[in-house]
């Protein structure tokens, strides 16, 4: 509904054509549908593996362990007969459904041979079994989140103690910052390019990419915003990554990206008046004199936004 009424708005504005407005909106709704349709296949598959391990596990000591085996490896069989099936039938979304099956049926399985053989390893060991066994499901699914949610349990069966160790040999906790961000940044940059160069055939590269991103981000808005309390170059240092990122932003035209870092440095800046002015509000006097403050900041900061959000990023884009 609102994106109807923003096309009917640039019709009339004469920015597109009735013809490209019906063309946006069939577009759009052939997406949303699709993503939809994988949205509900998810959430099948998981529910279908949730209810079996509820089931059996109602019945769990009363199930003799060869035939706890023999169930679960037939479970998989046919799971396996399912991706084979929707590859060769061609049926996208249905293939997604059985390959969350399939990642999700290795981690049963390893669970359930350790439980049998009294196998010991701890949760780092099972992370990693995990991540290893089910590469082949995660590079042939196109899924996004499925493949995050595997470098995920790939990064909790890592040993980290060592690069940790090598990345704590400073004792300068605003190095150790600077090079984590930048470190992730390059491994980021890393991802999306190996997932151009690689055709996009697979996603795993993709979700490498978003995830370290994430990832930077964190590390050098909380990270800055932790030391910043003690350290002021931490607060400089926040302040030029996010300058960067709003220019990197501008130079790729990409406006979503410019005006997300636009909100993050204006609440940086809201963070460092609290943290600087705090004490102000333990006075009445000092509290008005704070809110006054706090009130231009605020009016500031949403002129600065409503300005960057009237730049005419069309002529921008054709140059």
């Known amino acids: 509904m609102f994106l109807s009424k923003k096309l009917q708005k640039w019709v009339i504005q004469g920015v597109i054509t009735q013809e490209q407005a019906d063309k946006i909106t069939e577009l759009e709704q052939t997406n949303h549908t699709s993503l939809a349709w994988r949205a509900m296949f998810l959430i099948a598959g998981l529910f279908i593996g949730l209810g079996f391990i509820l ?52 981690g049963a ?97 993709k979700a490498l990419s978003k995830l370290s991103l994430f990832a930077m981000y964190i590390v050098a808005i909380l990270g800055g915003a932790a030391l910043g309390l003690g350290i002021f170059m931490a607060n400089v240092f926040v302040l030029v990554f996010l300058g960067i990122r709003m220019g990197l932003a501008f130079m790729q035209k990409d406006t979503l990206s410019f005006r997300n870092n636009t909100l993050l440095l204006e609440l940086f800046i809201f963070f460092l008046f609290v943290s600087r002015f705090g004490d102000l509000f333990m006075t009445g006097i000092g509290f008005i004199f704070a809110g006054v403050l706090l009130l231009l900041l605020i009016y500031g900061l949403r002129k600065t936004s409503s300005r960057i959000k009237q730049f005419d990023w069309r002529k921008i884009n054709e140059q």
């Open 55 to 106: 089931l059996v596990g109602a019945n769990w000591d009363d199930i003799p362990s060869s035939i706890k085996l023999l169930g679960d490896f037939t479970i998989w069989a046919g799971v396996l007969y399912g991706v084979y099936w929707s590859v060769t039938q061609k049926k996208e979304n249905i293939r997604e459904l059985f390959l969350v099956l399939s990642f999700l049926m290795v």
């Open 109 to 205: 399985t390893i669970g359930l041979i350790g439980q049998i053989f009294n196998l010991s390893g701890g949760w780092q060991s099972f992370s990693m079994t995990w991540a290893l066994l089910s590469i082949p499901f995660v590079l042939m699914s196109r899924m996004l989140s499925l493949n995050i949610v595997w470098l995920i349990l790939l990064c909790v069966g890592v040993d980290w103690e060592p690069v940790l160790k090598w990345l704590l040999f400073r004792e300068d906790h605003l190095v150790q910052l600077i090079f984590g961000t930048i470190s992730l940044a390059l491994i980021g940059y890393a991802g999306r390019k190996l997932y151009e160069e690689t055709n996009k055939i697979i996603v795993l590269p």
